[in-house]
């Protein structure tokens, strides 16, 4: 016992742990180990299920620091009682400490403390913290065994919103899939996540063997459980009367501490009589991949449903639409209306117009809004051809879409390093433009030389096409001058709008 007491916090050290257990002397939350010299602090009190409860946020007072700390501070502000009302269970600590991570070394929580880097895009950029969400979690799943604990951690905030527990927008919910690489495929050099798995060495060297896939395994438990049976596996993990030897992490269920893994099937039987084990074969025990179970969570019509989901909902993994009613399962899915019944288009209209475009790299709902398509015939020795430009105001938002003659992903498939730029030509422009990579997983983008005045930034999905929103208000023009590029690391763009015929958006003031 004192041998394996020993390995744990060896690994815990090496590894930066997220979810170990560390011993109590090295959780007391001592002003000592906490006002270091030279750190600045942010606090705030919040009541979590009737429990007073501190947020310490520690920094150095250099550069956007505080701006970081102040968003650190009030995203877990909120997002912390969410979770316990979510779960029934309070955060067991009563001060909990979240300090800026300058050394270079893996973020972690330790329980009294989470070590997060802070080094966001920018403070001021209106997202999630993937990341944040991530070791918070972890004081109610900080246990054994890791596939459960990583995942668990990293698909929390998806589940809730998904449940309607959590407010997240769509681009939200992608950046968080994107951060743990829902949209990759499964590495060359995959291997089972079980207790038997060779995985904890891999943890270092490759991100996508647990993260991503145990990611990836709570979006299949999730899909097949439900809302509520998923809700209810994650509370059957946790017994908050237990005694536990450290004062942070919630212990786990007798199950999970006599059996590990075959606990947790232990637990996923009691809320769903499934062949657990064959369903995620090879994604933790060591029996292999069945084809049904790896292919599941690929998305073959391109709607941004995986067939996994698909399949639940009923709608077809190999049609994009359905009911064929002209728009595509995803964004009805979004709308809330239904992708298996033919809709009446004015109604599908009205729904378009209240809720705004649907970014999801297909261009099927903005055959249903008032936008009149500004075309660009082919230049001399340019790789896109024939671009479409589209745009829609709503709340002084403006969404705006680009489609070629051929899908962007198909165009500059071997291409890497691409981005969209959209030069600001406006008479009194603050900025030289905004960017936008030309990655799937990426959910949002970033202004260049802004002078004064709100920052107004980028979002949107690139696919078939490229669709994007920024946010118009405050703009000192009348009406926005844009003229669209596409650009390498180096080197003349690869493609460009006609420099004397630049787009001109009249602007909602």
């Keep these: 016992m004192k041998l ?12 930066g742990s997220l979810s170990q257990m560390i011993p109590k002397s090295n959780l007391l939350d001592t002003s000592e180990s906490l006002n270091e010299k030279g750190l600045e602090s942010q606090e705030k009190t919040i009541q979590v299920l009737g ?8 920094y150095k007072p250099e550069g956007m620091k505080s701006q970081f700390a102040k968003l650190v501070l009030e995203t877990s502000a909120a997002y912390i009682p ?51 969400y991530h070791e918070i979690g972890h004081w109610w799943f900080g246990q054994d065994p890791r596939w459960i604990s990583e995942g668990v951690s990293s698909f929390l905030p998806i589940a809730m919103a998904m449940g309607g527990n959590l407010d997240l927008n769509q681009l939200e919910i992608h950046k968080i899939k994107s951060w743990w690489g829902f949209f990759n495929p499964l590495p060359k050099n995959d291997s089972p996540l079980g207790d038997k798995a060779k995985g904890i060495e891999n943890i ?46 919630i212990a786990p269920s007798q199950a999970i501490l006599d059996h590990q893994s075959k606990g947790v099937f232990t637990l996923l039987k009691i809320q769903k009589d499934f062949k657990w084990e064959n369903f995620l074969s090879g994604w933790v025990l060591q029996s292999g991949y069945q084809m049904d179970t790896r292919s599941i969570l690929k998305d073959s019509d391109g709607d941004s449903l995986v ?25 009805e899915l979004t709308l809330g209306t ?33 936008s009149k398509p500004i075309l660009l015939r082919n230049h001399k020795n340019q790789k896109v051809l024939d671009v479409e430009f589209r745009f829609f105001q709503k709340d002084k938002i403006l969404y705006g879409m680009l489609a070629s003659a051929k899908p962007f992903m198909e165009i500059f498939l071997e291409e890497k390093d691409l981005y969209f730029f959209f030069a600001d030509n406006s008479k009194q422009k603050e900025r030289i433009g905004f960017g936008f990579k030309m990655n799937p997983n990426d959910a949002y983008g970033w202004e260049f030389e802004r002078t004064k005045g709100k920052k107004r930034y980028v979002f949107g999905k690139v696919g078939t096409v490229f669709e994007f929103q920024i946010d118009a208000s405050g703009h000192p023009d009348p009406e926005l001058v844009l003229i669209p590029l596409i650009n390498g690391k180096t080197g003349p763009s690869v493609w460009h709008w006609d420099y004397d015929h630049p787009i001109l958006i009249p602007l909602e003031h």
């Excluded at 359905?322 to 964004?331: E, F, I, P, Q």
């Excluded at 809709?343 to 249903?368: A, C, T």
């Design 338 to 370: 239904s992708p298996i019944e033919a809709n009446d288009r004015d109604y599908l209209q009205s729904k378009i117009r209240n809720h705004g475009i649907i970014f999801d790299g297909v261009k099927d709902d903005w055959d249903f809004i008032e």
């Design 4 to 15: 394996r007491f020993i390995l744990c916090l060896i690994l815990t050290f090496c590894l």
């Design 51 to 58: 429990e007073s409860k501190t947020i310490r946020v520690l």
């Design 82 to 132: 969410k979770v316990a009302e979510y779960l029934n269970v309070a955060p067991k600590g009563k001060v909990l400490t979240i300090k800026d991570l300058t050394d270079g070394t893996t973020a972690r929580n330790e329980g009294a403390i989470i070590y997060l880097p802070f080094a966001f895009p920018d403070p001021e950029l209106p997202i999630q913290a993937p990341l944040l």
């Design 307 to 331: 067939d996994f989901e698909e399949f639940k909902i009923g709608t077809n993994p190999k049609e994009w639409d359905s009911d064929k009613d002209g728009l595509g399962d995803y964004a």
């Design 204 to 249: 270092i060297t490759n991100f996508p063997l647990y993260y991503e896939k145990s990611f990836k395994i709570q979006y299949l438990l999730f899909l097949e459980l439900g809302t509520e049976g998923y809700r209810n596996f994650l509370v059957s993990l946790m017994n908050p009367k237990h005694e536990t030897w450290h004062d942070y992490f």
